[in-house]
């Protein structure tokens, strides 16, 4: 699963060597929290966060049983 979000997160950023993303499991989800460059925010939010929903959503629909989530991680101002 985080292979899947790498190569989508990828054609978005402007600094993919900056992307982490964590994996945190639970009982009965797994947690990916997701860290990009300070400036390549943005992009993965995209309009209204249009971009970060429509992430959220293939996340969960390749999820399978297990109910995943997605967290973008912003730096502090």
Do not use: C, F, W
């Not at 989508?8 to 900056?18: E, F, N, T, W, Y």
């Not at 860290?35 to 390749?62: I, N, Q």
Request: glycine content about 6%; cysteine-free.
């Amino acid at each position: 699963m985080v292979a899947l979000l790498q190569h989508m997160i990828k054609g978005l950023v402007k600094s993919p060597d900056a992307m982490q993303i964590n994996e945190v499991e639970g009982e009965s989800s797994v947690l990916y929290e997701l860290t990009v460059a300070e400036s390549d925010v943005a992009s993965v939010k995209g309009p209204d966060g249009e971009t970060l929903r429509a992430l959220r959503t293939v996340l969960s629909a390749s999820s399978g049983e297990r109910r995943a989530v997605l967290e973008l991680v912003e730096p502090d101002a």
